[in-house]
């Protein structure tokens, strides 16, 4: 660990990707893909400003805390439109998103 | 360029790469997303893989040959797909696909 | 999770993604850079195969059983090069290594 | 080609991502290693981060501009520690990290 400080929010981010990469390949197999669009849009959006911010702060990057902004960001809209959605895995994204979007919003500041 | 046999294959799947991006983007915006469920998500797959490619390439990893193999075969499922649908961003990727497939193949061989 | 016997090679593969990113980026601060070259190449390279290992078996795509046999091979190569280091980062990279080739050997058999 | 306006945009920086690839590697693998830490470092991120603005302008995300915002700061860095190296790839990492930069400038505008 480079920087320690930033070891709860790189779990945030690793995690809160693989959620969100879940949640987009399931919308995709629902009957309703059509209303899942936006939702599988912003997951993938999320699920790569996640693992870029969880890159660049592992490598303790002069960056680490621009991309936290940027995946905070992200995190905000994907939980938010995830929270619209009554399947459990948008319900669970959501929940990580939110979670992320904290620690990120705490890196960032 | 490290070597110089990989650099037709890396631009093969550095442009495959971002062309399954833009033909699953774009899958996500047509009316009919539910039919083009398995498009995106071989393009996805498809997308990963061959970036994942040129970057082991671009190293010249001892890993570059096998990623290749893995590559192609993403490639030829994807572009079988894509082959399926009159869309123009499916058709383009189905060409994109076929060259990168033959490019990783030669080199895979 | 899509596919729950996934779930612990998932979760194996997604930390020594970060583990090793974080072995090449301490790499690069060391005295030794020189002696830690090869090191940082196969962290790389283990790094990246591990992050699509990951991916494609969140996604329960048809080739995370291949991408889990190709992760596995780096993870066995990063883990006895990083073995013959002293430095803690590379002992413990050498362990998330070994752990993550059994996961992805079981899930490519 | 979702929104052709970052048509030019999405070459540059994937060519960059590549180029700063390259460039990494190809520092590991000389001499002076040591004296070239700084260039790999900047390189691996500058490469992370113009591969997510391309992948988020593909997608016409809405989150493209503030990629391209943060990617033209890490091609702007990339490029004036490359420039102070002889070696041939720094001198073409400098060149496609302020082309790309330029490009990125335009589109965060």
Do not use: F, G, W
């Amino acid at each position: 660990m480079l920087n320690p400080q930033y070891q709860s929010c790189i779990q945030a981010c690793s995690s809160c990707a693989l959620t969100c990469e879940t949640c987009a390949a399931s919308c995709l197999r629902e009957d309703d893909v059509k209303m899942m669009a936006r939702c599988i849009q912003l997951d993938r959006d999320c699920a790569d400003l996640c693992a870029v911010a969880a890159l660049l702060m592992t490598r303790d990057s002069p960056y680490a805390q621009l991309a936290c902004r940027l995946c905070a960001q992200a995190c905000r809209d994907c939980a938010e439109e995830c929270a619209k959605h009554a399947h459990a895995h948008c319900q669970e994204c959501a929940q990580a998103c939110r979670r992320c979007a904290e620690e990120c919003e705490r890196m960032a500041a």
